[in-house]
Every structure is written in structure tokens, then in C-alpha cells.
């Protein structure tokens, strides 16, 4: 059962090479497993025992079941869909010195070196217009078609000494010779449309590396966007293998958590809030019922935990250092830039004895503060009890990334358990 999630995880990732292939590649898993979309524009007419799914920009989408008896409370998980990349510029094209260049700009806080003489592709999504109504078409320009080619030892030798790379000039991805095709040509053409019918683009640079095992029994796993697609995947499968249970389950795929979140598909947004009050509009409960109804909530908080790393054991707090293949990591922070507590720890821990799945837990060095994800902004909004979780991973942020084998299906174990009851 683990090699079989671990190679269905592989699957999943190199389906969704963006945040916006991973939203379509969840409302297709969500669609085959019987679920209805909902229109954002349209009056929603929820039944018991319904099953729906919503999306929004293209890159968000929550997903929840209605149950047949009155729910005591939400059962909520969120994951984002978004990993750091190079996003290309509207003009693109650097035609110079015999060679063709794309322009990019950074999203997220990526590890630079690792982007280097590997192949990367470009996936995305088109605009055009039909009728007068706009048309989102999703791109994956499915082959090796970039590099961003490294400077040769020889031309420079403090290059192993630490060096500050420069996102306009060092990382600009090489796409061929001068006379190669522009790049929103080939987008469109991949896509099926004529390139002059392209009003706007979202175009992302992505790692070709599939997923793969390491490690002397397969232990480990590495591919590219684990962070936080193992988090999402996981999630996802937990929700869509459990049924039942006092509670009505929710699952969140939002996106942009690498730029703040501060965006209408992210977790500062209204977004979960919106979606929470228009089911318990629907289903008739009041405002008071409402509140009434988040304050028997948990929200999981899903997005991946960094492991003790092998050669510099030093950067982490050795006493609650997570390590690959020991179970899901409890991340806490005292200024809650993780939302754990003491109370939604002790829940956490509970559900994963139910559900006998190991629990590691994680805190930073104390002077080498980390960041914040989705539980503590989305709980700005919607007040309930939340705990933040993750998979213990190495280089995160890379453009391939490892993490444990056996702790993937221990996530699904555990959100399996979580929805269910």
C-alpha cells in the first residue's frame, strides 16, 4: 500500500507542474469520486448527504460533504498549491549574443542553486476570448525545453566559496538559439490555440524531474513541489476515502502561501470564510448557529515541517528536530506563526492514536525564527481551534526536495481518521 501511494504521489505531482494544474488535477479527482461543482455566481442549493466542490481563480478550490444529520461542527484541512518557481515576464523574449532568453521574476523564497543545468519546462494557462466571454486554457509545454545554464568552474573559481546570484542575469532560463520560436507561440500551439488569440498568459518555469525512491530499501522519496503537493495529495486522499462521521468535512486547496497569502485565493482572503457561511446559509443555520458551529471546529493546517538535516544537524533545536519516516510532524512556535496549541496538539495527538500513526514534533532554533503558513492567517478569519502539521522534508524550496516514504500514507491514515469522525 505505501509503494502504491508514494508512486500515485509521483503521479499526481507531474500532472500538476503549477498551482493551477493542481487545482484542475483535484476537481478532476473530486468529479470522479461523484462531486458537484458549485458556481461562486450562482445561488447554492446544498442537499444532505450532498458532496460539492467550488473553485476560485483558477488556483483555489475547497471541497466539502453535506452530511445527512445535522453537523456538531466543521472538520476543516488546508494545503497550498503554489511552490516557489520563476515566473516569466509579459515580454518574455531576450534575443541576444545568438541566443534566446525567457525574462523571469522570482516567486517565493526559492533555494537558487538548485534550478541549474537540470531540464525545466513552462506550464501555465492562456486566455482568449470566445463569444465575449473569457477562456482559461491550461498549458503544460510537455517536453525538456529549458536550462539555466551554470558558469563553468574555470571562469569562475570562488563559485564553490558562496556565491549571491542575481535573478536578472544569472538564473534567466536558456531556451535555444536566437532564431528558436518565441515562447507564447509554442505555449499556444501546445495548448491547441493560435498564438495571436492569447490575450493574457500566467506562465511558469517548472523542474521535468519526475518523482523518484531513494535510499537502500526505497525509503526516501525526492521530486520537485513537495512542498506542500505531498501535503495537498495527502489531504485530498484522506478526504476522499473516509465517510460519515458528527462533523461536515472540509478540504482547502488555496494557493499564493509562498508570497503571504495576501491574494482573493489565498488564506488571507475571505475565501473559507465566504465558503463556511454560504453552506451554513444554505443548510438554514443562523448567524448564532454558525458561530455556534466553528466553535466545535478544527482546522488542519497542512504544509510541510523541515527535517534534521544530515551534514548540519546544528541548524535545528536537537530536542524537536523532526526526521524522515518518523511520523507526522507537530510544528509549535511561541509567537504562533504556527497555530498549534496546547489544546489542538492534545486533539491532533489523540486522532493519530486512533488512527496509530507516529507523531514527531518540530520547533525552530530559537534564534533562527521560520515563517508563518495557512493555520495562523486563515484562523484571522475564521476563529476555531487549529493545529499546524506537516511531512518532514529536506531542501525545502529546492527544485527537487526529499522527504520520508512511510510517512506520506501515514498523513492519509491520519486524514482518513480526522474526516470520519
Not at 478540504?251 to 457561511?277: H, I, K, Q, W, Y
Amino acid at each position: 500500500m505505501e509503494r502504491t501511494y508514494i508512486d500515485t504521489l509521483a503521479q499526481l505531482i507531474a500532472r500538476s507542474p503549477t498551482c493551477y494544474h493542481a487545482a484542475a488535477t483535484a476537481a478532476a479527482l473530486l468529479a470522479a469520486a461523484g462531486y458537484a461543482p458549485l458556481d461562486e455566481g450562482q445561488r447554492w442549493q446544498l442537499r444532505p448527504g450532498g458532496k460539492y466542490y467550488m473553485t476560485r481563480g483558477g488556483s483555489a478550490l475547497i471541497a466539502f460533504r453535506v452530511p445527512e444529520h445535522a453537523p456538531e461542527g466543521f472538520r476543516l484541512a488546508a494545503a497550498h498549491g503554489d511552490s516557489p518557481c520563476f515566473k516569466l515576464k509579459e515580454n518574455a523574449a531576450l534575443r541576444d549574443g545568438g541566443y534566446l532568453r525567457l525574462n523571469t521574476e522570482v516567486y517565493g523564497g526559492l533555494r537558487m542553486s538548485s534550478w541549474f543545468d537540470r531540464p525545466l519546462s513552462v506550464a501555465g494557462r492562456l486566455f482568449t476570448e470566445e463569444d465575449g466571454v473569457l477562456r482559461q486554457t491550461l498549458v503544460n509545454i510537455d517536453r525538456d525545453l529549458l536550462v539555466i545554464p551554470s558558469v563553468a568552474i574555470h571562469f569562475d573559481r570562488a563559485a564553490n566559496d558562496g556565491v549571491k546570484y542575481r535573478a536578472n542575469v544569472d538564473t534567466l532560463p536558456l531556451a535555444g538559439s536566437d532564431g528558436a520560436a518565441d515562447i507564447l507561440t509554442l505555449a499556444a500551439e501546445s495548448a491547441g490555440l493560435r498564438p495571436e488569440d492569447v490575450l493574457g498568459s500566467d506562465l511558469l518555469v517548472y523542474c521535468r524531474q519526475p518523482g523518484t525512491r531513494l535510499g537502500s530499501s526505497g525509503e526516501l522519496f525526492m521530486a520537485p513541489r513537495l512542498d506542500d503537493q505531498a501535503c495537498v495529495w495527502g489531504c485530498l486522499h484522506g478526504f476522499l476515502e473516509s465517510s460519515g462521521g458528527a462533523h461536515l468535512p472540509v478540504f482547502c486547496l488555496l494557493d499564493n502561501e509562498e508570497v503571504g497569502s495576501a491574494t482573493p485565493e489565498g488564506a488571507a482572503s475571505t475565501l473559507l470564510r465566504d465558503v463556511l457561511r454560504r453552506i451554513a446559509g444554505a443548510l438554514d443555520v443562523d448567524e448564532e448557529g454558525y458561530q455556534m458551529l466553528l466553535s466545535r471546529s478544527l482546522l488542519i493546517s497542512a504544509d510541510n515541517a523541515h527535517a534534521i538535516h544530515p551534514n548540519h544537524p546544528e541548524l535545528s533545536d536537537k530536542d524537536n528536530a523532526p526526521r524522515l519516516n518518523g511520523g507526522i510532524v507537530l510544528k509549535f512556535s511561541a509567537p504562533r506563526r504556527y497555530t498549534t496549541d496546547g489544546g489542538s496538539a492534545a486533539a491532533f495527538r489523540a486522532l493519530c492514536r486512533r488512527a496509530d500513526v507516529p507523531v514527531q514534533t518540530m520547533a525552530n532554533r530559537s534564534d533562527l525564527p521560520g515563517g508563518s503558513t495557512l493555520g495562523s492567517i486563515a484562523g484571522t478569519l475564521v476563529p476555531v481551534s487549529a493545529v499546524d502539521i506537516g511531512l518532514a522534508q529536506l531542501a525545502m524550496h529546492a527544485a527537487v526536495e526529499v522527504m520520508g516514504a512511510e510517512d506520506y500514507p501515514r498523513l492519509i491514515a491520519a486524514m482518513r481518521q480526522f474526516y470520519k469522525e
